[in-house]
């Protein structure tokens, strides 16, 4: 694949060792414009941000990977397979399935349940089981207790569907899955796949226990600040 790709316009260089990957491309800015140092834009096809700056002395970058499996699937192929990037920290939001999941919590997800067909282009004789990095978890975990956030590190369920006509959740509640969300299952078949490392991250933005619990469009875009930390304290940089 020539680079710059159909999706992506920055040169190889362009990107650091580790990527953030919120969903929304005006996350993406947040975070350039809050926590990165010298931040330089250095993708913005279809809007869909992409800086490269520092953070505390290490180079990181951050992108937008918008909405859905396949969306992440493309952006996170393209990122580890012609741009070299090593590791994709996904940076979003959750609905929680668990009464003591709150808003706000942090999720750490060790593996990524899915009702997504994206590996069965694999074509394997039984279902693979996407997973984290430990590493990346691990490093997380322990900065969340650093910095007394709130977390769980479990299953998620990574859906294709947002709508859902009879999907209530409870079935994955029954074992043990901490919430939902529609990216990390793709990211971390791709990761597998390519040889690199995926962690995703999650801030519980509504409860399906208690719905009276959420977060607006506005807050999401810019007070999910410990998520934001806790990945890029966990980002592999280089100089």
Not at 50 to 72: D, E, F, L
Not at 112 to 138: E, H, R, V, W
Request: with cysteine; net charge negative.
């Amino acid at each position: 694949m020539p680079i710059p790709t159909p999706h992506i316009s920055a040169k190889k260089e362009d990107f650091a060792k580790t990527v953030l990957m919120p969903g929304d491309p005006k996350r993406s800015r947040f975070i350039a414009e809050n926590f990165l140092d010298r931040a330089v834009l250095v993708n913005d096809i279809r809007g869909v941000q992409g800086y490269t700056g520092y953070y505390k002395g290490k180079r990181v970058s951050v992108m937008a990977s918008g909405m859905g499996q396949p969306s992440i699937g493309i952006y996170s192929y393209e990122l580890f397979n012609f741009y070299d990037v090593s590791s994709i920290i996904r940076v979003g939001s959750c609905g929680s399935f668990l009464e003591d999941l709150r808003v706000h919590d942090i999720v750490l997800a060790m593996g990524a349940c899915t009702d997504s067909n994206f590996a069965a282009q694999y074509k394997m004789n039984g279902t693979f089981a996407p997973i984290a990095d430990f590493s990346l978890l691990k490093k997380a975990a322990e900065e969340c207790d650093r910095i007394g956030a709130r977390y769980m590190v479990g299953n998620i369920y990574s859906t294709d569907v947002f709508y859902n006509d009879t999907e209530s959740g409870m079935a994955w509640t029954k074992l043990g899955v901490l919430g939902v969300e529609m990216e990390s299952a793709a990211l971390y078949c791709n990761a597998a796949r390519a040889g690199k490392k995926a962690l995703c991250i999650c801030t519980v933005s509504d409860s399906f226990v208690d719905p009276e619990q959420n977060i607006s469009p506005e807050e999401r875009e810019s007070s999910f600040t410990k998520m934001i930390e806790v990945a890029l304290a966990t980002a592999e940089g280089n100089e």
